[in-house]
């Protein structure tokens, strides 16, 4: 039971550059999460999904993509990255009807 | 949208000292959980608070949610090494799946 998995670990992209972030969870959550970190920011959502087929924008949606095509997945893409998005990125998970969230180990982002 | 603001941001104890943080909301809050984040790593999930005045203890930890459901704090006796991270509230306004995260309290403590 792996929990909550994000690849990569790490990435340095150039501005302008595209690429995709990959969250996997195995305990058949219905909710998933992607938060941003940065320093004295505390965590941010970004994207989130209630379900299979369905995302929903959070608070900081802006030069980010979702989808959620299978249950387990949850992929965040960034079209053309931006220094501004330099960041550590969390994917989290939440069962339904339970209020705690799993999260990830976190891919840190650099954009050059 | 739901904002929680959360004091102090950085604190730094000599070990053995006690430690609270506090969490603090202009809106009445369904709930609210506690996350700890070790350096490098990861939140973690600490606990949920529902009701209105609930103190709930986890060996050297308290948690408060305050009678108004509007603030909380999480108090840690005798501080250890251990305890080093920083430490998030998170609220849910009116879903039960949808969390507002206050910036965090950097807990530091000196051997």
């Known amino acids: 039971n792996a929990g909550v998995t994000q690849t990569p670990k790490f990435r340095v992209l150039k501005t302008g550059q595209s690429m995709t972030l990959l969250c996997a969870q195995d305990m058949n959550h219905e909710y998933m999460y992607w938060y941003r970190q940065d320093p004295g920011m505390g965590l941010r959502l970004i994207h989130y999904s209630v379900g299979e087929g369905t995302t929903a924008k959070g608070e900081v949606p802006d030069g980010y993509n979702v989808s959620r095509l299978k249950k387990q997945n949850f992929l965040l893409g960034l079209e053309s990255a931006a220094p501004s998005q330099t960041s550590v990125y969390f994917c989290?998970?939440?069962?339904?009807?339970?209020?705690?969230?799993?999260f990830g180990p976190g891919t840190r982002l650099t954009v050059t | 949208g739901q904002q929680v603001m959360q004091i102090p941001q950085y604190q730094h104890v000599q070990e053995g000292e006690d430690f609270t943080t506090y969490c603090n909301s202009s809106?009445?809050?369904?709930?609210i959980q506690w996350y700890k984040q070790r350096p490098g790593g990861h939140p973690v999930f600490l606990i949920q608070?529902?009701?209105?005045?609930e103190v709930k203890k986890q060996k050297r930890l308290t948690f408060q949610f305050g009678e108004a459901k509007k603030n909380s704090s999480l108090h840690i006796t005798a501080t250890q090494t251990t305890d080093v991270g920083t430490y998030f509230c998170?609220?849910?306004?009116?879903?039960?799946?949808?969390?507002?995260f206050g910036k965090g309290t950097l807990l530091t403590v000196n051997p």
């Open positions: 998170a609220a849910s306004g009116g879903s039960n799946y949808k969390l507002t």
């Open positions: 608070l529902v009701k209105s005045g």
């Open positions: 809106t009445t809050l369904s709930n």
């Open positions: 989290a998970s939440q069962s339904h009807g339970y209020y705690e969230q799993y």
